[in-house]
Structures are given as C-alpha cells and as structure tokens.
C-alpha cells in the first residue's frame, strides 16, 4: 500500500516540541529581543530536532513584507561593487537579515527589472548602487512604502538616503599627484560623461586642481565613448601617433578599466609606463584587465559604503516615520604604484 508523505515541520510543531506558545516560537524567529534566553534556547533546540524551515512565503504574506534587504547595483564587473555587496552583506547579517543581491550588468533597463522583482518580493528595504538618475525606479518603490538608499549616486533628493565617495575629490586627488610627480602635461581621459555622475565630478576635480595650480602644468581632456578598456585603447593610439613633445607625460584614466587600456596601448606602441608617461586610475577597480604595470589609483570605500548604506536603511525600517534622511560622503585614498612611480 502507498504510504503518504510525511509533511515537514511546522512552527506549531516546534512550539510543541519547546514546551512554548506558539507566538514564543514566533518571536524567537522574528522578535528574539523579546523573549527569554531559556525560551530561545529550547526553541533552537527544538528546531534542530525537528529540521524546521522557516517558510519564507508565509511569512511574507502574513507581514506584508520579508525580512530581506535587497541590493541592486549596476555591474559586478567593477569591483568597487564587489566591495560595496560585502560591506553591506556584513552589516546586514550583524543585524539578522539575509541580502539578495542582482547585478544590471550596465543595463538600465534591466536595473529597472531588478528593482521591480525585489519589490514584488516584498524586500523589507533595498539598496541601490546606479550610475545614472533612477528617480523612476525610487519612485516604484516609495510607491510599495519599501524603503531605499542610494549607493555611489547623488540624485539630490531630500527625502531619500544616499551614501556617495567624494568623487569630485577623487579627480582632485588625481591631479594633486600627477603633479606631485613633475608631470607637466597632464591628460585627463574619460568617456559616458552625459550619464555618468561619478565621470562628471571627477572632471570637475581635476579642473579645481588645475585651477589652483595656476599655470603649473598643461590640461587637456579627452573624450572617449565609454569607460572600457577598449576605450583606453583608442585614447592610447591617439596619443601614440603624436610626436615625443607633443605627447602628455601624465593621463588619468576615468576608471581603471580605461587606465588599464591606456598601459597596454601605450605599452605596445613602444611607450613605457611609467618612464615616458605616468598613467593611473581612478576608481581601484582590481576586476580591471590584467594591466602589466601595477596601476595607481583612488580608493572607493567600497565596503564602507555599503555598510554605511545598510545602517541607514534599518534605521528607516525601524523608525516607524521618525527616521532623518541623510547624505553620508566618505573620503577617497589615492594608492600609489608602479604605473606612476618607479620602485
């Protein structure tokens, strides 16, 4: 004869088992705060015997909303986003939530699909790292009352949360060293400046530095089509065609992606890094191409970034209306290394 499965566990089942009410076996699992050491410990206990899993749905339903934090950022290529998900991920398991984390692999529209498929799981409250305005996807989300912050962009919005690097700093720093090393014809190269907010600030840094430099030192920039290493590549032919006096002995990659392009496309038309041209970066980025010269660059805060940007996010999970928007700017750290000093 069949015999009929063995449903699993439930939290009843559980609370039973403790010797506990059933709402004592729910506030272990969701209100632990509120229940004795004892009761939680025979409560684990019974969990463990049974093989009890929390079922993640149900309690989305009853709730309105899961204990979820989500994290939508725009490439995981860039590992200043990398750093930003372990920041975030070690604050919010301090804390008991579970992260799920998506990655728009530089598509805006897909951001958008990431954003509305945390929403529609109900996230307790999301993180979002863009590289451009997404006032349309906050307002989807404000429109679910899910609480959000935004990671690495500025969208100056008073009621909203936003945790940024200083990237006009960034491109200060940049030239501050440039110049420090006794380059004189400095080339600041970037690509995607109409969308980019972080690409727009670090020009205008660089500019501010160039600016209280006062004739120290030529400026040029250059646009590229994007912030790839292929993009470095068409720069570094460009300015491998001019002659030796003509040519900068410094350029600043917008992004190590297209800093690392500038190496290896300098470096195959004969030119050495950093001898005859100091190039760097801007974003540390170690997802960056293999370059041959270890690449000078700017610290993100990756990590310090995303947790900032979870504490914030609970603060507006747990405040119940009385939460303060803030706007939190970390500072930047240049790094430097053998693509613009010599060991």
């Given at each position: 004869m069949p015999t009929r499965t063995q449903r699993p566990p439930r939290l009843r089942d559980v609370a039973d088992r403790a010797g506990v009410s059933l709402g004592t076996a729910s506030n272990v699992l969701n209100h632990p705060e509120r229940v004795s050491a004892a009761a939680i410990e025979r409560v684990r206990m019974a969990i463990d015997e049974l093989g009890f899993v929390r079922n993640a749905n149900a309690s989305t339903l009853a709730s309105g909303r899961s204990g979820a934090l989500g994290l939508v950022v725009i490439n995981l290529s860039n590992s200043m986003f990398v750093d930003v998900a372990r920041g975030a991920q070690a604050a919010a398991r301090?804390?008991?939530?579970?992260?799920?984390?998506?990655?728009?692999?530089?598509?805006?529209?897909?951001?958008?699909?990431?954003?509305?498929?945390?929403n529609e799981a109900r996230v307790a409250g999301l993180l979002l790292a863009p590289m451009q305005d997404s006032s349309e996807h906050v307002a989807r989300?404000?429109?679910?009352?899910?609480?959000?912050?935004l990671i690495n962009y500025d969208q100056g919005d008073d009621n909203l949360c936003t945790v940024v690097?200083?990237?006009?700093?960034?491109?200060?720093?940049?030239?501050?060293?440039?110049?420090?090393?006794?380059?004189?014809?400095?080339?600041?190269?970037?690509?995607?400046?109409?969308?980019?907010?972080?690409v727009r600030l670090r020009r205008r840094g660089a500019r501010r530095a160039m600016r209280e430099a006062a004739g120290a030192a030529?400026?040029?920039?250059?646009?590229?089509?994007?912030?790839?290493?292929?993009?470095?590549l068409t720069v570094a032919r460009q300015i491998a065609g001019r002659g030796p006096d003509t040519r900068p002995d410094g350029i600043i990659g917008v992004s190590d992606s297209l800093a690392s392009g500038l190496v290896e496309g300098l470096s195959e038309a004969g030119i050495t890094v950093p001898d005859e041209i100091a190039v760097m970066g801007c974003d540390r980025n170690s997802s960056a191409g293999d370059c041959r010269v270890p690449l000078t660059s700017i610290a993100?805060?990756?990590?310090?970034?995303?947790?900032?940007?979870?504490?914030?996010?609970?603060?507006?999970?747990n405040r119940d209306g009385d939460h303060v928007h803030q706007r939190v700017v970390l500072t930047p750290e240049l790094i430097v290394r053998g693509s613009t000093v010599l060991p």
């Open positions: 301090a804390a008991g939530h579970n992260l799920l984390l998506a990655d728009s692999a530089d598509d805006f529209g897909a951001q958008g699909d990431n954003v509305d498929s945390f989300l404000k429109a679910r009352q899910t609480p959000v912050v690097v200083d990237n006009e700093q960034v491109g200060y720093l940049a030239v501050r060293h440039m110049l420090d090393i006794g380059c004189r014809r400095i080339v600041f190269a970037a690509g995607g400046d109409e969308y980019y907010q972080p030529s400026f040029e920039e250059i646009m590229a089509d994007g912030v790839k290493e292929a993009d470095g993100m805060k990756g990590q310090e970034m995303g947790a900032a940007a979870v504490r914030l996010l609970l603060d507006e999970m």
